[in-house]
Structures are given as structure tokens and as C-alpha cells.
Nanobody, 124 residues
């Protein structure tokens, strides 16, 4: 049974930092990702990493501010978020999949397994 559990969300000020973690139980997957969903908006891609060769992608809105990483030994996924903006306020979800092709990495419906989400609120 695959389970994903996010942690590390909370309240931060503009310009501040937070580090999200995702603990993954189950087998190793091909692609690991972070998505977010703000109130009244659709779930959107944030970042992903390919386990085999460290292929990484970021949405332009977070590139240069967020860093995705992993701990292979502990099967953990991280998202370091720096220079936070009010637009980063959302529920953040980790997701994994073992079958999607890299060109589909930004599509939420391609991921089979999701965590429950962790709230990130950035205040000015």
C-alpha cells in the first residue's frame, strides 16, 4: 500500500522560507512531484524530479526560489521554498507515479498517488 504524508507547512512572511517534506511508504517510483492548489484555483504543477537520473523541472513561478530534492535512503521528498510570496499561499501536495512519460510530468492527472496536502500561508 502506497502512502504519502506531507509536513512542514505553516505560516511564513513574505521573503521567508519553509521546507516541505513528503514521507513515502511503498516501492520506489519513477517520478516525484509537488503540486499546489490555491482557493478557487485548479491544482497546478510546482516541481518534479526523476528518481533515476535526477531530471528536475520547475514551474516558472517558482524557479530560482524553490528547490526540490530527495533522500533516497529514507524515501523522502523535499521542497525548500525561499523568498516566499503571497501568491505561494496554497495547499501543497506531493505526488508520485511510476508510469508517466517525462513529457507529461506537469499534468496532475498523470500521477497515481497523492498525499493529503499541507497548508502554506504567506502573509505580508
Amino acid at each position: 500500500q502506497v502512502q504519502l504524508a506531507e509536513s512542514g507547512g505553516g505560516l511564513a512572511q513574505v521573503g521567508g522560507s519553509l521546507r516541505l517534506s513528503c514521507a513515502i511508504s511503498g516501492p520506489r517510483f519513477r517520478t516525484y512531484a509537488w503540486f499546489r492548489q490555491a482557493p478557487g484555483k485548479e491544482r497546478e504543477f510546482v516541481s518534479c524530479i526523476k528518481w533515476s537520473n535526477n531530471g528536475i523541472d520547475y514551474d516558472d513561478s517558482v524557479r530560482g526560489r524553490f528547490t526540490i530534492s530527495r533522500d533516497s535512503a529514507k524515501n523522502l521528498l523535499f521542497l525548500q521554498m525561499n523568498n516566499l510570496k503571497t501568491d505561494d499561499t496554497a495547499i501543497y501536495y506531493c505526488a508520485v507515479d511510476d508510469h508517466l512519460i517525462w513529457s507529461s510530468r506537469r499534468m496532475a492527472d498523470q500521477y497515481d498517488y497523492w498525499g493529503q496536502g499541507t497548508q502554506v500561508t504567506v502573509s505580508s
